[in-house]
């Protein structure tokens, strides 16, 4: 391919605007490309001489990189391309001359750097994008330098060897719009306030947390967003109040108060909580000790736009005191976009949801439950007069959770019941595992198992109190109806896995009104049941005799 292409190149070039070289092998540059009036030029692992560039007057983009061991040109001979705007370096360990390339405006640097770089950059005065994200300094980097470089709109600094009083320095860069950095400390006045600004990453010591884009360490999966702030111990909410009205992704760890600031309006705000909740899309919190409440409003206007309509992802974990994830007027609220919701080490939290908040739940496609050993209802039903549990739940009230792929819930041992009501659908739900429920005694209504139609692997472990995995309805005299018909009868068309083990109290695993001919290709494995009469449920016909084999066989 390398060679096909460079063929082509000497063949024909003078005509050609851009080329791009970027595979792995190694390769020379043609060097009667020096005449051409190229515009854009990437190369990678590219033997390449400085006098190429002598007559590439019309070079407007470059990007180089250096890669086993191929020849490094010296950078000045970029000083002969007038019209040279942006530049891109990867893996040159020396920057002189750098600072003559007067007329770039972008300019994006990858590898390691030494300390001749600083002197170069500051004078650079005319760019207006500068990416060291990628490069590592052998000493802690200057932040003095960045004063100078007036014209920047974009700024995006290298982690670890910021210096703590680099926010001193951005203040003077009144075209900033972007940003994205991370310091051990906010080193700055108390009147300090970030410049507003469209985009930003800015963390304040969490470099336990992974400043990337795709996993932080102890938090999991996260997306990309265009506004996010990561703090630890201390939230700084006077410096970042210019950035809070269109924050998206708010991380926070270790802080000490009994709220995060900028999620409650119990104290008086510069920025409404509303309009922020509105816009955030990712919410992680961990080890807040005194944390009670993590949303709190008290009063929300009528005719305001629902809260939290946004959030894609909330992960909460290392909670002791949290006793409320929500402290809001429901009727204001909407989950309607969280994909993701995962708590971890809540020990004092009784529940999740109100029915109104599940009702909302349309895109929720991963649950994840552990460590919670007060929590006893996923979902709170609203309570009849006398505190009891209504019954009133029926089809204009029922709960649906079309996208749910996947249940996780551990250590719960106040768990009574996973969802409250007969009116129930998980049809998406593919990965069900509940482990340490001890007080749960059935899994599934026979209306909600009826649902489950993509359910392939279930995982039942130590849930001492359970009986059977779906609760029937029984008869007069507490018996099993033998009235299956088509209309209840039951099947897993694609349930190719069930684990049990450690369930001491569990009688049976499948129900009166399923049929194990469906289940040829299931793998059944259970141990440690001492309880267990039958794999299938048997009904009693009239005579009191058994109305289906026991079939045993399915058990391995």
């Not at 994006?108 to 770089?117: C, Q």
């Not at 940003?179 to 009147?191: A, I, M, N, T």
Request: charged share 25%; hydrophobic share 40%.
């Amino acid at each position: 391919m390398i060679k096909s292409r460079l063929d082509i190149l000497n063949k024909s070039s003078e005509s050609s605007k851009a080329i791009s070289l970027l595979g792995g092998e190694k390769k020379k540059f043609p060097a009667r490309l020096m005449h051409s009036k190229l515009e854009i030029l990437l190369l990678s692992n590219c033997d390449i001489q400085g006098t190429c560039f002598l007559r590439m007057t019309e070079l407007k983009i470059l990007n180089l990189r250096v890669v086993y061991c191929t020849g490094v040109i010296s950078l000045y001979a970029l000083t002969f391309l007038p019209k040279l705007r942006a530049l891109h370096l990867d893996n040159f360990a020396y920057f002189s001359f750098l600072g003559n390339l007067t007329t770039l405006v972008i300019l994006s640097l990858r590898g390691r750097a030494y300390e001749d770089l600083a002197d170069e950059l500051e004078m650079l005065e005319n760019l207006k994008i500068l990416d060291l994200i990628n490069c590592a300094f052998s000493g802690r980097f200057q932040s003095k330098i960045i004063r100078r470089l007036s014209q920047l709109e974009e700024l995006y600094l290298p982690r670890s060897t910021i210096s703590n009083d680099i926010f001193l320095e951005i203040k003077f860069l009144t075209r900033l719009r972007r940003l994205s950095v991370e310091v051990h400390s906010l080193h700055c006045p108390l009147d300090f306030e970030f410049p507003e600004l469209d985009n930003y990453k800015i963390g304040i010591n969490c470099f336990s947390i992974n400043f990337g884009y795709r996993e932080m360490s102890g938090f999991g999966y996260t997306f990309d967003t265009a506004r996010s702030l990561k703090i630890e111990e201390v939230f700084p909410y006077n410096a970042f109040s210019q950035l809070l009205g269109n924050l998206e992704s708010l991380e926070v760890s270790k802080i000490k108060d009994e709220y995060v600031e900028c999620l409650t309006n119990k104290t008086q705000q510069k920025v409404l909580v509303s309009m922020i909740l509105r816009n955030l899309k990712q919410v992680r919190i961990d080890y807040c000790k005194n944390l009670k409440v993590v949303f709190q409003m008290k009063e929300v206007e009528e005719n305001e736009a629902p809260l939290l309509s946004n959030l894609k992802i909330l992960r909460l974990q290392r909670l002791p005191d949290l006793s409320c994830i929500w402290e809001l007027p429901t009727q204001h609220v909407r989950l309607e976009s969280l994909v993701e919701l995962t708590i971890l080490h809540c020990p004092r939290l009784k529940s999740l949801f109100s029915l109104s908040l599940a009702q909302s739940l349309i895109l929720l496609e991963k649950l994840e439950i552990i460590y919670c050993p007060e929590l006893k209802q996923i979902v709170t039903e609203l309570e009849g007069e006398e505190g009891e549990i209504s019954s009133t739940i029926n089809s204009h009230t029922s709960l649906s959770f079309p996208k749910l792929t996947k249940l996780y819930i551990s250590t719960c041992d106040g768990l009574e019941y996973i969802f409250p009501t007969q009116h129930v659908r998980l049809e998406s739900l593919v990965v069900l595992t509940i482990k340490k429920c001890r007080r749960l005694k059935s899994l599934f209504s026979l209306s909600l198992a009826q649902s489950l139609v993509q359910l392939k692997r279930l995982d039942i472990s130590y849930c001492d109190e359970m009986k059977q995995i779906v609760t029937e309805l029984e008869g007069d005299e507490g018996e099993i109806s033998p009235t299956i018909n088509s209309h209840n009868s039951l099947c897993f068309p694609e349930l190719g896995n069930v684990s049990i083990s450690n369930c001491y109290g569990l009688e049976y695993i499948f129900p009166t009104s399923m049929s194990p001919q469906g289940l040829q290709s299931l793998t059944l494995n259970v141990g440690a049941c001492s309880q267990l009469k039958q794999v299938f449920r048997v009904a009693k016909d009239r005579v009191g005799n058994d109305s289906m084999l026991q079939h045993q066989q399915f058990l391995r």
